[in-house]
């Protein structure tokens, strides 16, 4: 039996532990940055708060928060002041890539840019860079400088994040600024291992949770624009989840790879009836969320369906080949556009833990994008907004609209909620934006036909609750480990050993080609000087020669 003494010491000790614990948590970082996303107009209505889709009030306040302003046609940037002096510029938000990028030269398309020389805090390394993208490329100088975001010159109560980090100046672009879009630069927020031109170079995401302690993940709101452009752009939060920025739970998914921001598409309906593709054409060769791109881009095979059963749904109206193309615009009167006569998209998205998917619908609205410069006045034109990819599936900003996406790097998932400022006007019948759980899944006819749906997957928990993470009827590993291996691309390979075996053959028959051709070479080559030094005149023995 242990003495009173020793008792009294350990309580001591718990007491003294306690207290040193409480003081290193009141050390860590404040609440996260918010930064917003402006487009003209009012501001950001406020939703419910989100929920986890495990049914937990998400309470990570996020470091740093902002404004995001623009168009999906034009880009989503925020206000960043680099150098010292500070130097105001409008950075497009990019998802897509992972260089933090300013112009640095004059540009027709530019009404300012980044004067390096008007810095005293800007250290160029004389590297150069070249960074080519779906359209456009752009060069430049590799350098360092001081980038800060989140508070206001002159006013109080914003916090505010003031980084060292890697910068190019782009001296040289094409097709890769555009003419009012109001941005100067770019803002990579990919992973390091694409970033150019080597995956050493840190990316502009990774100082600043380097630098300030901030959690490693951040979250983009973008805020539905239907006909009435305008009101907010939507909102960027780094170093954690802003409650009031969704409405309803988040739906998380896994990251398949870190590079791009990767996930695995299950499936696709259009006006809710299932393409009847197998899983791995949606995903040939990736699938990203890239807020960089404009349209959402698909495989070709996956475009051709769409825009057939699009076509099929909507036979009331014919259009030019052109429009489906991108090409070509269409028109009706102010109030007249006839949506209800455009099905809506979806895409199926496997869960992170339970055995069950989510649906993420993309509207008529979002993916005919208005065009504000093209019509007559009182007209209102439309471009179509899904266009055909060589390189895989792209949910770009159209796809994002209404929509609360947190890109949890650290836990290596991307998670889905409906916007708090998301647009329900035109369409009140037709689905949310973010939906589920769904376990009658239209793509599972793609598995063995020996093997049944309700055996692979179990039934979902309800809205909210816990699913089991690998029941017994489940595939192993839960459906996420099910969706990366029978959906997700993967690019042939080789093995080392039939390489080297091919080689060796290669040059088994490269040996037997040259070997001879190299002793007839050599042989004719004697015999033509044999020929010539017997011959008495040189000048003779010349010209014979060249004529041989």
Same mark, same amino acid.
């Given at each position: 039996m242990?003495?009173?003494?020793?008792k009294?010491?350990?309580?001591?000790?718990c007491?003294?532990?306690?207290?040193?614990l409480?003081?290193?948590?009141?050390?860590?970082p404040?609440? !996260?940055l918010?930064?917003?996303?402006?487009?003209?107009?009012s501001?950001?209505e406020?939703?419910a708060?989100?929920r986890?889709s495990?049914?937990?009030?998400?309470?990570s306040?996020p470091?740093?928060?902002?404004?995001?302003?623009g168009r999906p046609?034009q880009?989503?940037?925020v206000e960043?002041?680099?150098?010292?002096?500070p130097q105001?510029?409008?950075?497009?938000v990019d998802? &897509?890539?992972? *260089?933090?990028?300013v112009?640095?030269?004059?540009? !027709?398309?530019?009404?300012r840019?980044f004067?390096?020389? /008007?810095?005293?805090?800007y250290?160029?390394?004389?590297?150069?860079v070249?960074?080519?993208?779906?359209?456009?490329?752009?060069?430049?100088?590799l350098?360092?400088e001081f980038v800060?975001?989140? &508070?206001?010159?002159g006013k109080?109560?914003?916090?505010?994040a003031?980084?060292?980090?890697?910068?190019?100046?782009?001296?040289?672009?094409?097709?890769f600024?555009i *003419?009012?879009?109001n941005?100067?630069?770019?803002?990579g927020?990919?992973?390091?291992s694409i970033?150019?031109?080597d995956?050493?170079l840190? !990316?502009?995401?990774?100082?600043f949770v380097?630098?300030?302690?901030a959690?490693?993940?951040?979250?983009?709101?973008?805020?539905s624009? &239907?006909?009435a452009?305008?009101g907010e752009?939507g909102? /960027?939060?780094l170093?954690g989840i802003?409650?009031?920025?969704?409405?309803g739970?988040?739906w998380?998914?896994?990251?398949r790879?870190a590079?791009?921001?990767?996930?695995?598409?299950?499936?696709?309906?259009?006006?809710g009836?299932?393409l009847g593709?197998?899983?791995?054409?949606?995903n040939?060769d990736?699938?990203?969320?890239?807020?960089g791109t404009t349209?959402l881009?698909?495989?070709?095979?996956v475009f051709s369906?769409?825009v057939?059963?699009?076509?099929?749904?909507?036979?009331?109206?014919r259009?030019?080949?052109?429009?489906w193309?991108?090409?070509?615009?269409?028109?009706?009167?102010?109030?007249?556009t006839?949506w209800?006569?455009?099905p809506p998209?979806?895409?199926?998205?496997?869960h992170?833990?339970? *055995?069950?998917?989510?649906?993420?619908?993309?509207?008529?609205?979002q993916?005919?994008?208005m065009v504000?410069?093209a019509g007559?006045?009182g007209?209102?034109?439309?471009?179509f907004?899904?266009?055909?990819?060589g390189?895989g599936?792209?949910l770009g900003?159209?796809? /994002?609209?209404?929509?609360?996406?947190v890109?949890?790097?650290k836990?290596?998932?991307?998670g889905f909620s409906?916007s708090?400022?998301?647009?329900?006007?035109?369409?009140?019948?037709?689905?949310?934006p973010?939906?589920?759980p769904h376990?009658?899944?239209?793509?599972s006819?793609s598995?063995? !036909?020996t093997?049944?749906?309700s055996?692979?997957?179990?039934?979902p928990?309800?809205?909210?609750?816990?699913?089991?993470?690998s029941p017994p009827?489940?595939p192993?590993?839960g459906?996420?480990?099910w969706a990366a291996s029978?959906?997700a691309?993967?690019?042939?390979?080789?093995?080392?050993?039939?390489?080297?075996?091919v080689a060796?053959?290669?040059?088994?028959?490269?040996g037997l080609?040259v070997?001879?051709?190299?002793a007839?070479?050599?042989?004719?080559?004697c015999g033509?000087r044999?020929?010539?030094?017997a011959r008495?005149?040189?000048?003779?023995?010349?010209s014979?020669?060249l004529?041989k």
């Open positions: 242990a003495a009173p003494w020793l009294w010491l350990s309580r001591c000790l007491l003294f532990m306690s207290f040193v409480s003081v290193s948590v009141s050390k860590s404040s609440s !996260p918010r930064l917003r996303l402006r487009s003209l107009g501001g950001v406020v939703g708060g989100v986890g495990g049914g937990g009030l998400i309470v306040r470091q740093f928060a902002d404004s995001l302003r046609g880009g989503y940037y960043m002041r680099v150098g010292s002096p105001l510029l409008n950075i497009l998802t &897509g890539s992972s *260089n933090f990028a112009g640095a030269a004059p540009h !027709p398309f530019l009404l840019y004067h390096r020389e /008007m810095s005293h805090t250290e160029g390394g004389g590297r150069r070249f960074v080519p993208y779906t359209q456009g490329s752009w060069e430049g100088e350098g360092s800060s975001l989140g &508070g206001e010159d109080e109560g914003k916090e505010e003031n980084v060292r980090v890697n910068v190019a100046a782009i001296t040289r672009s094409n097709g600024f *003419n009012g879009s941005w100067e630069g770019i803002l927020l990919a992973f390091g970033a150019r031109p995956p050493g840190e !990316p502009w995401f990774d100082s380097r630098q300030t302690h959690p490693d993940i951040f979250s983009l709101q973008f805020c624009q &239907g006909e452009v305008g752009g909102t /960027m939060t170093g802003e409650e009031e920025l969704g409405a739970p988040i998380y998914t896994p990251l790879r590079w791009y921001y990767e996930v695995v598409v299950l499936g696709m309906e259009v006006g009836r299932d593709l197998d899983c791995k054409e949606y040939y990736k699938t990203i969320v890239d807020s349209n881009r698909l495989p070709h095979r369906a769409v057939s059963a699009i076509r099929q749904s909507s036979t009331a109206e259009f030019p080949a052109g429009f193309q991108g090409e070509q615009l269409v028109c009706w009167r102010k109030g007249g006839p209800h006569r455009f998209l979806a895409l199926y998205l496997p992170e833990s339970g *055995n069950y998917s989510f649906r993420i619908s993309i509207r008529p609205t993916y005919l994008r504000q410069e007559s006045e007209d209102y034109c439309y471009k907004a899904v266009s055909s990819s390189s599936l792209v900003a159209v796809a /994002m609209e209404g929509l609360y996406v890109f949890d790097r836990l290596r998932r991307l409906a708090a400022c998301g647009d329900d006007a035109h369409f009140p019948q037709t689905p949310l973010i939906s589920g376990p009658a899944l239209p793509w006819s598995v063995s !036909p093997t049944s749906s055996s692979l997957f179990s039934s928990p309800p809205l909210g609750g816990h699913a089991p993470l009827s489940a192993l590993g459906l996420a480990a029978e959906c691309y993967h690019a042939p390979r080789i093995h080392d050993g039939a390489l080297l075996r060796y053959a290669m040059a088994a028959v490269c080609f070997v001879p051709v190299c007839l070479t050599l042989q004719a080559h033509r044999t020929r010539v030094t008495p005149t040189p000048a003779l023995s010349d014979t020669a004529l």
